[in-house]
């Protein structure tokens, strides 16, 4: 609302016909009568100023008819009243100052105080308490004490100076008002600041709720199908292990395994053998059930498969029955037809059906064995079955034998009468197994000489040593079939010592095993690969010397495996004329000695060897350390002081005493001048 201008009650050019102002919008319809009252309490002659007498002029102005004096005053003091009120009442109401610059123009027509009334109802209708216009009052009075001397004057003027005075000062009040308020509002920047943090944040996890309870309703959904998925894999996790439970006793009740198999068709022929073949028996009887089903061929198969391996099984317990009632005649050849037989059978199995000497050999082996000639391409197999098929017609022939001389005895008997006759059952059974001594040694030697590899050697020679116990323990510790397996180990020992010491004597000659040494003073490649395959032979010894060999021939092969490398080494470093100086020299024997410590130290055979290398290196160490401190002496010049004193008292010794050089005094060398240039190049030396 604007200030009253008091102007605008002269004369203007600007009013209608009648002399009469426009009247302005009608107010809005408050309880005025209250207000009314109170002020004309507050207000003397409040009445008075309501009052306008009525004009003889009618062209004249309204405030010109005002007679008294003491009226215009009231006049101006209301006006200035309601001027601080229409001011607090546009701060409260409206903030925009621009839509508030037109003032309107209040006009008390002649006779009426109606308009002026109800004006001033507007004004006065606030509901502001009396303390509250009071410190309004209060604060125009002290903005007023500060404006200069007349101000007031003009600021109540009624002509346009009043108007554009008052226009001036509510442009002030408002800028403090806006200044005011710009301060209030900066002390809220930092809130404001934080709370579009807040808002921020808020928006984020609202979009995180929002991407969570997405993620959630996904997972449930994915979680759900899940659910379904490990259910319907239950469910048929349950079913096959139902399956699997009848296939798991179809198979106990109706087959046999690999094991009982092996038993029927290649077992020996005891208990075990005829409780199997018992079981095959029944087996073949049950299935007269799965014929009764719908589809009969699953039984049809079955007893087809039981009835070839019954039939193979008959034909074993008959050829050994035939065998054995056949000794009993060839015993008493004396053209000892079993030893022939026995022979002809080895040669089937090592060479396979064919003729010898124009004659067709007889078998006394099932058909259903697998020859030896089959597993010709691996050598360690070879001589595995080899000696394999040996050790199993031995143990026969010696079961044969014992069985004959114990025949018709008393199991109580039985163990005497095989005492009694222990000698005779020996000789002849080794009569009939020397036969095969030599065909056996000459397939191993074939095998053992024409092998190149040190790791197959070492394995056929476990295998031969393995026999030899089992012959040993199945035939006794004499007879020719045993002293031919020992000659085989005594063949594959002489094949490794020749293998190793051939490969030292390539690597002694080799041009690139003495280029292979350069300046960086590390180890040769050629010993890192020869131990790569000595040291797996090593540690599969279990035996009190390696390859379970005499003292002196086991002291002869470490001394191959250890000491030969060693000295090849140092013939390669001296004749390489890269090292000449003496220290790279030690250094590299040095390095060498070191590794081959690392390599043999898990060998628990070689812990001799271990303190001898150790010892090597610690000899060395200590000629460096002498070479090192005789080349640091030599920098700094006091080797001779060094000689010096060693002629008088060698600082090894353990004795020592202060006064034992007290002649070095003597020598020339021991000058003052000649320590303080030591010194300085010692300094010089450690800079």
């Not at 102002?21 to 109170?38: E, H, M, R, V, Y």
Request: net charge negative.
């Amino acid at each position: 609302m604007d200030f009253i201008d008091f102007d605008t009650f002269a004369k203007d050019t600007s009013t209608t016909q009648d002399g009469v102002f426009p009247q302005p919008q009608p107010p809005l319809s408050l309880p005025i009568t209250s207000n009314l009252d109170q002020f004309s309490k507050k207000f003397s002659s409040f009445k008075n100023i309501l009052t306008v007498e009525k004009p003889n002029d009618q062209s004249s102005s309204p405030i010109t008819n005002i007679s008294s004096t003491s009226e215009n005053d009231l006049m101006e003091k209301y006006a200035q009243l309601s001027l601080n009120l229409l001011k607090q009442e546009e701060q409260s109401i409206n903030k925009d100052t621009n839509d508030q610059q037109q003032q309107e123009i209040v006009v008390v027509p002649h006779g009426n105080h109606n308009a002026l009334s109800t004006r001033l109802s507007r004004v006065l209708n606030d509901p502001l308490s009396d303390s509250h216009i009071r410190e309004i009052f209060t604060n125009l009075e002290d903005r007023f004490d500060k404006e200069p001397t007349g101000y007031v004057l003009d600021l109540i003027e009624p002509g346009i100076t009043g108007s554009m005075t008052r226009k001036r000062f509510k442009g002030k009040i408002e800028s403090e008002i806006v200044k005011n308020q710009t301060v209030v509002l900066k002390s809220y920047s930092p809130v404001l600041k934080q709370l579009k943090n807040i808002e921020i944040k808020l928006g984020k996890l609202k979009e995180l709720s929002e991407l969570t309870n997405s993620r959630i309703s996904n997972n449930f959904d994915v979680s759900k199908s899940l659910t379904l998925e490990i259910d319907a894999l239950n469910n048929g996790k349950k079913m096959n292990g139902l399956k699997k439970g009848l296939l798991v006793n179809f198979k106990h009740k109706f087959t046999l395994n690999e094991y009982e198999e092996f038993i029927l068709n290649q077992g020996e022929l005891n208990d075990e053998f005829f409780t199997v073949l018992k079981r095959a028996e029944l087996i073949n009887e049950n299935c007269s059930i799965l014929l009764g089903l719908d589809n009969p061929q699953l039984g049809l198969k079955i007893i087809a498969k039981s009835n070839s391996i019954i039939n193979r099984a008959m034909d074993r317990i008959v050829g050994y029955t035939n065998k054995t009632l056949g000794n009993l005649y060839s015993l008493n050849s004396k053209s000892e037809s079993r030893s022939k037989e026995i022979l002809d059978d080895f040669y089937k199995q090592v060479q396979g059906d064919g003729e010898i000497n124009g004659q067709r050999r007889s078998s006394s082996v099932s058909n259903d064995s697998r020859p030896i000639f089959m597993s010709a391409h691996d050598p360690i197999r070879y001589v595995g079955d080899l000696l394999a098929y040996v050790h199993s017609v031995s143990v026969n022939e010696s079961e044969t034998i014992t069985s004959i001389f114990t025949m018709g005895e008393d199991e109580k008997d039985e163990q005497k009468v095989e005492n009694e006759f222990h000698t005779t059952i020996h000789d002849v059974t080794d009569k009939i197994l020397r036969a095969l001594s030599r065909p056996i040694k000459a397939r191993v030697e074939q095998i053992v000489s024409t092998e190149t590899k040190l790791s197959t050697i070492v394995q056929i020679f476990n295998l031969v040593e393995l026999y030899a116990i089992m012959f040993t323990k199945q035939l006794g510790n004499t007879g020719n079939l045993t002293e031919t397996i020992q000659q085989l180990i005594k063949v594959c020992q002489d094949r490794i010592f020749m293998i190793i010491s051939n490969r030292l004597a390539t690597i002694k000659t080799k041009n690139s095993a003495k280029l292979d040494l350069n300046l960086d003073l590390q180890p040769p490649e050629w010993i890192i690969e020869f131990y790569s395959d000595i040291l797996p032979m090593l540690d599969q010894i279990t035996t009190e010397t390696m390859l379970n060999l005499s003292q002196d021939e086991n002291d002869k092969f470490l001394d191959l495996i250890i000491n030969q490398p060693i000295q090849i080494f140092n013939d390669h470093v001296h004749e390489n004329k890269l090292f000449t100086d003496k220290k790279d020299i030690l250094i590299i024997k040095s390095n060498f000695l070191d590794l081959i410590l690392s390599k043999i130290i898990p060998v628990t055979l070689l812990t001799d060897k271990v303190i001898e290398i150790n010892d090597m290196i610690t000899e060395m160490t200590v000629k460096i350390t002498e070479l090192e401190l005789v080349n640091i002496l030599n920098q700094c010049n006091l080797y001779d002081y060094y000689n010096i004193i060693n002629m008088i008292c060698p600082f090894t010794d353990d004795f020592f005493d202060v006064s034992i050089y007290d002649p070095i005094k003597e020598n020339k060398l021991y000058t003052r001048d000649n320590f303080i240039k030591i010194d300085e190049l010692v300094q010089n030396k450690r800079e």
